[in-house]
């Protein structure tokens, strides 16, 4: 016979075992429709407080970015229930060309912010606890460790070391902090991006020295990757790195650089815009000495060019002619 929880929840088949509970899918019996829901039941009573932290936060997050519990039960055995996220963990994905991570990274950067508005950090971000959605919604999972910084003044107790160890901020290592920051997750979310580029952990170990982003991918346009936001994320001392906001600032710009680079505007290239057509030439132009005092001061050769498919129109710049 099916195995059903809370009267309620029918289990269609198994998902896993996450570090604390075990998943299925399951099925509302109360309703006719057949939608899917995920049901992550508590391995370890005595973790009750794993799943209360899980709940707390799905109710004071509304944000499409993060799970919602629609039921739970904490009596044992304690369960809650999520709708069925259908997509790919980011365990399973990297590693991803590197304008679609720094889209997947600035989407994550974007909800790690709005939790952090709501003062709620994760404290364990990882590629295990992220799907990206069939629509390429990025959904963050598994606030159990999360930490609520306004509930929360100081933690007294000795947590255990949370999140995993190679994920989580030097700070938050053994159990160590005192006080914690929404900058540990930042430091994930660095890890994260590494994680998306080249489709390897990176090893705390690996932060000493230059770490290998650029030489895996061959590719130098991620030298802007690792200095400008890699680097800073990956700082040891918390108050030097960025906010999750001040993170996607710099992706988007990253993303721009990035999209300049692979997408040079000449005719005949993919429009940067829609992405479906590609851009004829319009005209051709020569101007001295534009744009004087920036990195792209002098003389430059410009060419007009205009999508066939949507119709945007882009000036880009060829070569100097110093
Ligand atoms: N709502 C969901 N939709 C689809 N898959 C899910 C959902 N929630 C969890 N999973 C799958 O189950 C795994 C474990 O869930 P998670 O919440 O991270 O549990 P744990 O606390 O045990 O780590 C996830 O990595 C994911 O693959
Ligand atoms: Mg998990």
């Known amino acids: 016979m099916a195995t059903v929880f809370g009267n309620r929840w029918q289990v269609i088949d198994s998902l896993g075992e996450g ?21 992550k039941r508590l391995k370890n009573h005595s973790r009750l407080a794993r799943f209360e932290r899980e709940i707390s936060a799905a109710i004071r997050l509304q944000h499409e970015g993060i799970c919602q519990v629609v039921d739970f039960s904490l009596d044992s055995p304690a369960f809650l229930v999520m709708p069925f996220v259908s997509g790919k963990r980011l365990a ?26 709501a003062s709620v950090v994760h404290r364990d971000l990882k590629p295990d606890n992220i799907l990206v959605r069939d629509d390429s919604q990025v959904v963050i999972l598994d606030f159990g460790l999360c930490y609520f910084a306004d509930e929360e003044e100081r933690l007294t107790e000795t947590m255990e070391q949370v999140g995993s160890r190679f994920y989580i901020a030097p700070e938050l290592e053994s159990g160590r902090a005192t006080t914690v920051t929404a900058k540990a997750d930042v430091y994930s979310l660095g890890k994260i991006l590494y994680f998306l580029l080249s489709g390897k952990h990176l090893a705390r170990e690996k932060l000493v020295g230059e770490n ?65 057509g590609h851009y004829q030439q319009l005209g051709h132009h020569v101007s001295l000495n534009v744009w004087e005092n920036t990195h792209i001061s002098g003389a430059q050769e410009l060419v007009l060019v205009k999508c066939d498919s949507c119709g945007n129109v882009q000036w880009f710049t060829v070569k100097a002619l110093k």
């Open 212 to 276: 290998d982003l650029v030489r895996i991918n061959s590719d130098p346009q991620l030298e802007y990757v690792n200095r400008r936001i890699l680097e800073p994320a990956l700082a040891e001392a918390p108050q030097k790195r960025p906010d999750a906001a001040g993170l996607r600032r710099t992706a988007e710009n990253v993303a721009r650089l990035i999209r300049e680079h692979y997408y040079p505007g000449i005719a005949g290239s993919q429009c940067r815009f829609c992405g479906d």
């Open 92 to 117: 399973e994905m990297g590693p991803v060309p590197p304008l679609e991570a720094m889209q997947l990274f600035s989407a994550l950067c974007d909800i790690v912010h709005y939790a952090h508005q």
């Open 19 to 39: 570090g604390q509970g075990w998943v299925y899918r399951v099925r509302d019996t109360q309703t006719a429709n057949d939608d899917a829901f995920v049901l």
